[in-house]
């Protein structure tokens, strides 16, 4: 009989539960942290979601140690964190080595990625000087946007998303790389992972380029995609060369919206 009331007395708890936010959930909603806030409903700032804010001075981010990354000084979620390492451990335990090779990019570090495709200071994938090869302003966003995302649009931006051992799809087709991705495929969910770019077909017939090496924290990036699709705009993606081209592409519908479907709700 305890057990039985109990279990009710959670139920209704539960089924009363706050639907208006006190004052604390309000706070965090606008610092962006979770706490408190049940994470379906979980809000940030639009700053926030664009990236324009330094990690190193956010409070719900956490400095990566080394020994999870291919170098020093990447930052990411900490609740995203700790998830990463109860992974990071079982993959260990299973002979599998994860490396985080790229974490949270902000608005200004993916503004430098951007510009210096843009103006051809970098060539692009493939070799070439975008700005020579793709006169055409829509054009060549389209081609960087095979392997760069535009600032402010980036999953990056959000502390929830990595990059794992490996760049390049064909290094997960064989040996290690298989042995990696495999696990990532089986596991990596249950800690609260999903690849949002999968690749490209009628089930996914928008957005970047198949990334096997790129994995996302649902529990926060679920609802922050959410979010995006209710108040993210073309027009709000500005203050870079080349981001008139943001509203010729749809970069929010095809781009930041262009996931895999069990990525999403
Ligand atoms: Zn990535």
């Avoid at 909603?29 to 940030?44: C, F, I, Y």
């Avoid at 095979?146 to 999953?155: C, D, E, V, W």
């Avoid at 690749?199 to 990036?221: A, D, F, I, L, Q």
Wanted: hydrophobic share 35%.
């Amino acid at each position: 009989m305890r057990i039985l009331f109990a279990s009710v007395a959670t139920s209704f708890l539960l089924a009363c539960s706050p639907t208006q936010p006190t004052d604390q959930q309000s706070e965090a909603a606008a610092s962006g942290s979770e706490t408190e806030q049940p994470q379906d409903t979980l809000t940030v700032p639009l700053t926030y979601l664009m990236g324009q804010f330094e990690p190193g001075e956010h409070p719900d981010f956490t400095v990566i140690d080394t020994k999870y990354a291919s170098r020093a000084g990447m930052y990411l979620r900490t609740d995203a964190y700790e998830d990463f390492r109860r992974m990071w451990e079982a993959a260990q335990a299973d002979g599998v080595n994860l490396v985080i090779r790229s974490a949270t990019r902000n608005f200004n570090s993916q503004k430098g990625i951007w510009e210096a495709k843009w103006t051809g200071q970098r060539r692009i994938e493939g070799g070439q000087d975008a700005s020579v090869a793709f006169p055409d302003p829509a054009t060549r966003a389209r081609m960087i946007l095979k392997f760069s995302s535009m600032p402010g649009s980036s999953r990056h931006h959000w502390g929830t998303d990595i990059d794992l051992n490996n760049l390049t799809n064909e290094y997960f087709d064989e040996g290690e790389g298989k042995k990696v991705y495999d696990w990532l495929t089986a596991h990596a969910a249950e800690y609260g992972f999903c690849q949002p770019y999968t690749e490209k077909g009628p089930e996914r017939p928008n957005g970047y380029n198949e990334e096997r090496w790129h994995w996302s924290y649902m529990p926060v990036s679920r609802p922050l995609t959410a979010q995006a699709e209710r108040e993210l705009k073309d027009s709000m993606i500005t203050g870079f060369q080349g981001s008139e081209t943001a509203k010729m592409i749809g970069i929010v519908e095809n781009y930041v919206l262009g996931i895999n479907d069990a990525c999403r709700d």
